[in-house]
């Protein structure tokens, strides 16, 4: 079986750095996922991590420990449409399927 | 927009009913998956169909059926409804099922049993 955590809520203000984090065990791991779903609407992709180390893309970035079980994802500069819900994803080695964890809901302030 | 449709964006219904959700993946894509959104469960994965054979099943209720059509689109039929079914549903498509495919969300049908 797979069990993921993330904290439920984090608050930023906006132009700062957040660094939401993620911690799985896993049976059978095949690359990690980070999500983000605004309120009501569908979860749209933001990285995907494999092999361990740092993936950047824009103001966002993923880091990976396979050893340790534990993601992050950072987000840098902040803007107000970064409020939302950031779901950490683990995919099986058993077919293709994610494990989603509960999604962190990110605050971003003025 | 992801390329994935999914129908109808809301539906209403009583318990005891049954209803059929309709996906259809993004051009080219040979894998849907199914997954439910409630507020209390998160977001959980039902099943996954790969170029119209079941391929993985998650926490899929016994009440719940689903399959792959010839042309790749996905039916997920939801039966003797209760009220705790009422939630989110997403359909997901990928190319294939190896590594690295991600996966693309459709904007899901909301299903409220009363």
């Known amino acids: 079986g797979q069990n993921i955590d993330q904290p439920t809520e984090m608050t930023a203000t906006e132009g700062a750095i957040v660094q939401i984090n993620c911690t799985y065990q896993?049976?059978?791991?095949?690359?990690l996922f980070w999500y983000q779903q605004h309120a009501g609407e569908a979860p749209t992709f933001l990285s995907y991590?494999?092999?361990?180390g740092l993936e950047e893309k824009g103001r966002f970035s993923s880091f990976l420990s396979r050893s340790k079980g534990y993601s992050y994802l950072l987000l840098k500069e902040l803007q107000m449409k970064d409020s939302a819900s950031y779901l950490c994803?683990?995919?099986?080695?058993?077919?293709?399927?994610?494990?989603f964890g509960g999604g962190t809901r990110l605050m971003v302030k003025p | 927009d992801s390329g994935v449709t999914q129908t109808p964006k809301h539906l209403i219904t009583a318990t005891g009913q049954r209803v059929t959700l309709r996906c259809s993946p993004r051009?080219?894509?040979?894998?849907v998956y199914w997954y439910q959104q409630s507020l209390d469960q998160g977001l959980q994965f039902l099943i996954q169909y790969y170029n119209g054979e079941e391929r993985a099943k998650g926490n899929i209720l016994e009440r719940f059926s689903a399959q792959q059509f010839p042309d790749l689109h996905s039916e997920l039929n939801l039966s003797s409804l209760e009220l705790g079914d009422s939630a989110l549903y997403f359909c997901?498509?990928?190319?294939?099922?190896?590594?690295?495919?991600?996966?693309?969300f459709g904007p899901g049908t909301r299903l409220t049993v009363l």
């Open positions: 997901a498509s990928s190319a294939g099922t190896g590594w690295g495919n991600e996966q693309f």
């Open positions: 896993t049976s059978g791991f095949n690359g």
């Open positions: 051009s080219g894509d040979l894998s």
């Open positions: 991590n494999v092999l361990d």
């Open positions: 994803a683990v995919k099986s080695n058993a077919g293709n399927m994610l494990t």
